[in-house]
């Protein structure tokens, strides 16, 4: 079964920062994905990705599929970034996804 | 555009009683998920649903669970005899193909309150 740990839990930047959050997995996937949690719980996709890099916005996700490890960016973070990024991976054959616990992320003015 | 939605938002019940969570998937989908999140607790799937049979359980969706897809539309899920551990946010998806290698679209979730 798939171990997926990120870190850090919970994060705090100043607006304008800089943000990385990272996830490692323990078995071999497919793709990864990269989930936002607002603070009223609903969950939006941001990534799926299975290789190499992909940009939307101020948002960047990276993996690394030998090393079983992605990143999540965000450039110029603003407080409306602030929300809980999960990351998560499928098992088995129907896709159905193993959560990480999140990183809870909170941007100041 | 085209989204995932679920009703009712919020339930409140007493223990023992059974409660019906519905969801509507978007309409060409072909895979469907529920997950639920204890509060504080990372998000844990439940079940996955495929060519109108169950295709996947957790050790979660026991004897108390069940899922149906009724009229082609909605998505149910039934949880028979509530018992207070079920208190959780429950979140449906859905896919449209190759569930590895396309994204999954959540609903809103229903919070489920068991007292």
């Known amino acids: 079964k798939n171990e997926v740990e990120q870190s850090p839990q919970n994060l705090t930047a100043q607006e304008g920062e800089f943000i990385t959050i990272n996830c490692s997995y323990s078995v071999g996937i497919s793709a990864l994905h990269w989930l936002q949690q607002h603070p009223g719980g609903g969950i939006v996709s941001l990534f799926m990705?299975?290789?190499g890099k992909k940009k939307h916005g101020r948002l960047i996700a990276t993996i690394n599929i030998q090393e079983k490890h992605s990143s999540l960016h965000i450039t110029a973070s603003h407080p409306r970034d602030s929300a809980v990024y999960i990351c998560?991976?499928?098992?088995?054959?129907?896709?159905?996804?193993?959560f990480g616990k999140g990183t809870k992320l909170s941007v100041k003015p | 555009e085209p989204e995932v939605t679920q009703t009712p938002s919020h339930q409140v019940t007493q223990m023992g009683q059974e409660v019906i969570l519905r969801c509507v998937p978007i309409s060409n989908h072909l895979y469907f998920y529920w997950y639920r999140q204890i509060l504080g607790q990372k998000v844990e799937f439940l079940v996955s649903?495929?060519?109108?049979?169950?295709?996947?359980k957790s050790e979660i969706f026991d004897d108390q669970f069940s899922v149906e897809r009724p009229d082609g539309s909605n998505f149910t899920l039934k949880i028979r005899s509530t018992k207070l551990e079920d208190s959780a946010m429950y979140f449906c998806a859905s896919n449209l193909q190759d569930p590895s290698y396309n994204e999954q679209f959540f609903g809103p979730g229903t919070r489920l309150t068991v007292l």
């Open positions: 990705l299975s290789s």
């Open positions: 998560a991976v499928p098992s088995g054959s129907q896709g159905n996804l193993i």
């Open positions: 649903f495929y060519n109108n049979e169950i295709s996947e």
